[in-house]
Each structure stands twice: as structure tokens, then as C-alpha cells.
């Protein structure tokens, strides 16, 4: 087993760590014989059962909840439109629209309804883990209870595969280890033992954690939601999930759009009746269809499949994204709140240095890949070592319960990642051979020290390991160019503080030869040792993990490390990885405990390490993070994460080492563990936003087009009579335009590869509206345009034919028709914002090329069918094919005129810089 771990120094449990057992139980009025029957049900009373209490809203309310939703709305007002356009209108063929809108909303709804459940499952993957029946003394003899009804002063007896119920205080262990990696997220189990640690909590067992060896009893002091599992729950209960900041642009920009819709409707139904005097009746489905016509009812849909297809990129990068608004939110990130074991580190524990014969020496290599050599202090290879530095390699063999296995193209560790590291630092230096082990004396965590009775070299040899303190204080020689000389005990502990600095862990080894007929050992055969020498190590960190930093720092992106380790080894990993300067300050958990939310929201944008944490520091260094108004990225693999993963704008779960707790609070789970691929997953999450723009800047101008081409008609109605007959465009054409270019143009568009320079882009602003200047110029000029288009085209086929009221349907097939070839013209310089459509390779995207001629294909179905079937249910006639030499050339007004803008743009900026 290993002996260097991880442990949570939670401030509740530190209380009952600290004093001695017999004060313990006198604060609990316990004893060793346990409760009576009475006073059990008495407290049960008192504290209630040991149960986390679980409050959720049902089924019916959590579904109702999804129509709260402007995206909704948008497609419900138009569904409404449509149910009055075929009651007042007798428009029998609108009801496959409205039924194809109601089919997007009610489906929507559901998504969003999963997705909610599956937050609420973190609180039952917490329940999972509440232990159904325990065992316990009470008055002097042995019970099984069923575990809810612990209280606090009971005496609960653990063993091997055991759950523990409750949080204890330890009475007393035997090798007791207990697997904490659902709290804590570290793999390998904690030794326990029952002396007074403080904030070490040696002597702690907490409820849901798992005795995988030995067995020991304990006194309950915490059940229920007392207990740091309960209080966890607390926190994800208690903790709203943050609004996705692309959602709140979204629902903010809906609003406004709905807003303006609606007014503007409502002031050209008062001006058509007050004003220009028309029937009532007639400007009341007029405005109805200005409303149909400016509501982009493809945009939820749209949407939508952005995030679909921002989550199945991710995926393909490691990334798994369980809440679709997440592929964007990630790309708008400023802040990276990160763990360090196994995600900045390759959480494969290295020797990387050796102190033995008053020498130093270097390891190369990283990880459990048995290759690399040994280098002496002139970098030279050691090829014959000396034979104390033989010994030291050996005794980490020999004295070791770990092995590594090749899994797939990599080296894993079996058992403690510590020993793993020994036994591939003593194949480094050639050892081989198989000694046979006579004796062993495990670890335990108050004796600090392994040993092993072996045969080796036809004698038996006492071999030690353990921490630097305690076998120098057990040796009284040293062995130096294999002769037996004195102690030298300042040398070592010099070599050692220099290891430690540099924030390695330190082991030191000993040995003593013994009678050759000894058959067994015991720990006062651990004096009189002869020290052979120390070797340091370390998690190295990811090669990948310090590029993908470098590049956060160029997408303005600041990473920090949130760890439960030591701050020394935390502060010395954070310096390899550039994210801690000469100058940068590092908060422990403790300095946390100390500093009002205040005091931590003045010092937050400065600090770049937090060690030695606590469950509700991560929550408050999160909350403290978005104070200051950044949009943060938390990771987290331990059920202790859970709440902090829950409070950021993007929780971070570890796929491998993660708990089910953790990933069911989370947003997003990498599947390989790695801080790189959170960066990829960044430049994908830029690429969904860009998406979404697109998208918007897709579809807005068509319905702005259509609006105020209707909206024009009623206005200049005086001066141009034919439309006072007819408007330029049916309602139903309107809503076919919409769906239509929403699925096979807007869509495809989402197929449009990343541009370049994602990630030396600065995060937006999440201040930033939708609504925006750029916004403005860009769907207000294509808008203008189509206005334009529509009035030429319809007037002229109109007028060029004798303005007889028999040809009206026919000119508003060719404006209907118009709308559709100016979206295919706007689609091809739509596929990027700023770069020229001459640049791009047209054949890039085939999907946009499909949908272009898809569209295409249709309108003329829809022209030209109505003769061969005897129906037009979209009210098309059909006109001579000449004018579609004029629809290609109108098809280009919008993609010259937009490609006239960009090139503006582009000189502008390159003037400006």
C-alpha cells in the first residue's frame, strides 16, 4: 500500500479528529459498549434519521417549465399565427406548417426535460451512495440495523467491503484502508489510524467512502445531511445551475426581436385602419402576416442543431457534452479552474532524482515506460553502479507490492503509483532477479515505514522504506562507495531539503543483514540500519497540458490549479507549467478558511493556485470568479467537486477517474483525463458560437426582407394602386421561405469548417448583445436589398404585362421566388463573417452545396407543379422561363453587396492597425 496520499482537512471533521478518544466519547455520551435501545431511539428522535432528504418537482411542473423558454415562444406565436390564418382565412394547407412548428416546440420541450432529469440524477447518484445496513454494538453486543437509523454515539464496526454508513471517529484499526476517491478523486486507499492527526483526518472514516482492507471500529458523530456526503448534497441542491451566457444573449435578443415584432405590427394595423383607411378586418391578417413573416421560425431548430453539431465535434476530441448549450459556453470561457493531479499531470508518479553515496544522480525518462538510463553529476550514464546506488534500486524493487503491465502502447501502474515509480527506476538501473520474500511488515501510517525480510545473495537482508525521517532516525551507518561508514545525518537531511524544494516526494531506504536462519521480523528489528539512500519523485506534468496552457494564454484565457495537494509541490508544478510566475501568490485552504468573501473577491484575478483545498473552497473561489464577471470553467473527478461543477458557467468531468456524482453535476466529461483536450474543446466551443452567428445573420434578413416588403406594400399603396389588390407575397409563400431556408440553407452552414485564428481571439465580452453594430449593417443591408429586389421584380413583371389583375398570382410567384434566389446568392458569402468568399474553396462544404441546389430544386417544383398536378397549395403560378435570367442575376445583389462590405471591414482594420 502507499503512504503518500491525499487528504481533505474539512473543518467539521477536523473538530472530532483532534481530541482524544475518551473525550470524544464524552462529548457524544457514548462508550465503548454503545447505546442502549432507548437512548437510540431517543436521539433518533432528536437528529432524525441518517438519510439525505431529497425535495424534486415533478415530472408535470418540470415539463411545463421548458415552455419558459423565448426561443419557444418564438415558434408558439408563430404556430398561433398559423391556427388564425386557417380560421379566418380557410388556408387548409398552413396546417402542415403549423403542425410541423408545434412538432419542433413539443420536441425542443422534451430535450430540455431530459436534460434537467439528468442534473437532478447527481442528487440520486448521492442517495446510491447512503449504506442500507450496518453493524453495530449496542449495549455490549453485536446488531445489523438498517443504516438510516444511526445516530450520533453509535458504535459501528467496519470490515473489508464494507460502506461506511456515517462519518466516524476511530476507536480503534487494524491495517485499516479506506477508499476515499469518491470524495476526494485520488485512486489509491487511505491508511487509517486512530491517534489525534487534527487536520490530517487519519482518523476519520466518512460516510459512502469503502474499507477495502483490514477492520477497525468507530463512534458516529455526523449522520445524514451532518455528514461532509449530506453537506455535499446540500451544496448541489442549494447551488442554481448558471444560465449558459449564449442563452441569456439568445433569450435577451428574442425578447427584443419578439417586442419589435409585435409593435410594429400593431402601429401598421392602427396606420392601414386610422390612416390610409383600410377594412379592419383586412390590416388585422395584414399584420398577422407581417408578424408571420418577420418571426424567424426556423431559428430554434437552427440553433439547436448548432449545439448538436458543436457536441458531436467535441466528442470526437474526448470531449462528451451532456447539456447542449455547453458546446458554446466553453468557447467563451476566460477563466479554467483546473485540478492538477491527473489532468495537468500525467498522474504517473517519476523518479527523477537519487541520493545515494553522498552523491546525487538523475533519472531520465517519464511515466511507467521502463526505458531511459541513470546519469551521474556529470551527466554521464551510469553503466556499473556503485554499489549503495544498486542497493537503493533494489530495496525499492524488493521492498513493493505494485508492479507495472504494458496496456495497449503504454505502461500502467498496478497498485501504488509511488511503488510503480520504484519498481521502474530499479529496472532503469538493471535490476533483475527474483528474491524470494520471506517476511513483511505493511505500512502503516504512524510507524511512516514499509520493511521486508528477503533472500539475497545467499543471505537474508532486513530492507526499509518509508519517509526520510524516520529511517534516518532507525540507522546509525550509511554505506559510501560500498564501504560501511558513520552516519553522516546533516549531508542527508541537506539532500533531502534540497529534494523537497523542488517539490518532490521523498523516500529513503535502509537495510541490515540478519541471521540466515531468520525466518521472521518485527518492528524493533527496524534499528541499527545502514542507510543506502533517498530517491525523488514526482506526477511530472503533461507535455500536452503546458502547450495547451501557452495557448489559453494567447485566447486570453487565465488557468489556474485548484489542488488538495501540498502547496510547495503545487506551486513548483504550476511554475513548470507557466502558470505561476516568480511574482504569483498561492492561497491554501487554510488562508481561504481565514478571508471573508470580500476579502477573497479582491484578491481572486491575482491568484493563480489554491492548495490544500476544501469542498467549499472550490465553491466560493468559483462564485468569487464570477463576481468579477468572468464566465468560468471548473474541472473536477471527486464527489466533493460536485458543487463547484454545478455553480460554474461549465462544470468539467474526468471520465476515467471521475465519480458518477461528479459527471452528473457536470457539463461537459473528458473522456481522457487530459487539460489539453479542455482546450480543444475551447476552440470547438468558438466554432458553435460562430455557428450560431452565422445562422442568425442567415436568417434575419429573410424575414426582415419579407416584413418590410409587406410593411413597404401598405405604405406606398397611395402612390402604387395594384397593392391595395395584392400583396407582394402570400403569407404561406412567407412561411415556406422561412422553413425551408431555416433546414436546407441556414443548417448547412453549420457544416462550415473553423476559421482561422480561433484561438488567438480574446474570450467575448459576455456583456456582448447579439444586437450589435455589426449585426445592424449586415441584416439591415440585406433586408434593404431583398425590399428592393421583391418591389422590382414583382412591379416589373406587372407592368411589362399590362398590369392586368389576372397576372398578379404570377408576379407574386416571381417575388416569392426572388426572396428564395437572393437567400442562395447570400448563402455562399455567409459561410464566413469576414473572409472573402473568393477565398474559400467552394466544394468545402457539400452539404451547403446540396442544400443550395435542394432549395432551388423545390421552388421550381413548387412553380411548375401546379399545372401537372392540378394543385398549388402554396397559390404559385406559373411564369415564363425567361425571368430566370433575371432571378440569377437579382440572386447576386446580396452575395457583391455583402462581399463590398467585407472587403471594407478588412482594410479598415488592417488602416487601423
Known sequence: MTWIIKVIPLKSASRWSSPLVDEVMKDLASSREGLSSEEASGRLKKHGHNEIKFKRRGPVLRLLAQFNNPLLIVLIIAALACLILWLFMGEEEIVLDMWVIIGVVIATAIIGFVQEGKAESAINALRDMMVHKCSVRREGSRKEIPARDLVPGDIVLL??????????????????????????????????????????????????????????????????????????????????????????????????????????????????????????????????????????????????????????????????????????????????CSDKTGTLTRNEMTVQRIYSGMRNYTVEGIGYEPSGNILDENNAEVKEPAPELERTLLTGYLCNNAGIEKDGDRYVAKGSNTEAALIVSAIKGGCKGDHERIKEIPFEAKYQYMATLNDVDDGKVLLVKGSPERVIEACDSMMVEGRIVPLEKDAIVHAMGKMASDALRVLAFAYKEMPKDRKDIGREDVSGLVFIGMQGMIDPPRQEALEAITKCGTAGIRTVMITGDHALTASAIARKLSILDDSGKVLTGRDLSEMTDDELHDVVDEVSVYARVEPEHKFRITKQLQRKGHIVAMTGDGVNDAPALKAADIGVAMGRSGTEVTKEASDIILTDDNFATIVDAVKEGRHVYDMIWRVILYLLPTNGGQGFAIAGALLLSSFIPVFKESLPIEPVQILWVNLVIAIACAIPLIWEPPEKGLLNRPPRDPKERLFNRFFMIRVGMVSLIEVVMIFIMFLTFYRMNGNESSLLPQ???????????????????????????????????????????????????????????????????????????????????????VEAEKLIRRRLARKGE
Not at 487494524?174 to 492527526?197: A, C, H, R
Not at 441546389?853 to 398549388?872: E, K, R
Open 811 to 897: 408576379a407574386q410567384t416571381l417575388a416569392f421566388t426572388t426572396i428564395i434566389m437572393i437567400e442562395v446568392g447570400y448563402l455562399f458569402t455567409a459561410r464566413s463573417l469576414k473572409d472573402s468568399a473568393f477565398r474559400i474553396n467552394p466544394f468545402r462544404n457539400r452539404w451547403l452545396i446540396l442544400g443550395a441546389a435542394l432549395t432551388i430544386a423545390l421552388q421550381l417544383l413548387l412553380v411548375y407543379s401546379g399545372p401537372l398536378f392540378g394543385i398549388s397549395p402554396f397559390r404559385t403560378e406559373p411564369f415564363p422561363a425567361i425571368w430566370w435570367i433575371p432571378l440569377v442575376v437579382v440572386s447576386t445583389s446580396s452575395f457583391f453587396a
Open 159 to 336: 470490515e473489508t467491503g464494507d460502506k461506511v454508513p456515517s462519518d466516524l471517529r476511530l476507536l480503534s484499526s487494524s491495517n485499516l484502508y479506506v477508499d476515499e476517491s469518491m470524495l476526494t478523486g485520488e485512486s489509491m486507499p487511505v491508511p487509517k489510524d486512530i491517534k489525534e492527526t487534527g487536520d490530517e483526518l487519519f482518523n476519520i472514516a466518512f460516510s459512502g467512502t469503502f474499507v477495502t482492507g483490514g477492520r477497525g471500529e468507530g463512534v458516529v458523530f455526523a449522520t445524514g445531511e451532518d455528514t461532509e456526503l449530506g453537506k455535499i448534497a446540500g451544496m448541489i441542491k442549494s447551488s442554481a445551475h448558471t444560465k449558459p451566457p449564449i442563452m441569456k444573449k439568445i433569450s435577451s435578443f428574442v425578447k427584443v426581436l419578439i417586442a419589435t415584432i409585435i409593435a410594429f405590427g400593431l402601429l401598421m394595423f392602427l396606420f392601414g385602419v386610422f390612416l390610409w383607411n383600410y377594412d379592419a378586418v383586412y390590416m388585422f391578417l395584414a399584420m398577422i402576416g407581417i408578424m408571420v413573416a418577420m418571426m424567424p421560425e426556423g431559428l430554434a431548430g437552427a440553433v439547436i442543431a448548432a449545439f448538436a453539431m458543436g457536441s458531436t465535434f467535441m466528442a470526437r476530441k474526448n470531449a462528451i457534452v451532456r447539456n447542449l448549450p455547453a458546446a458554446e459556453t466553453l468557447g467563451s470561457v476566460t477563466v479554467i
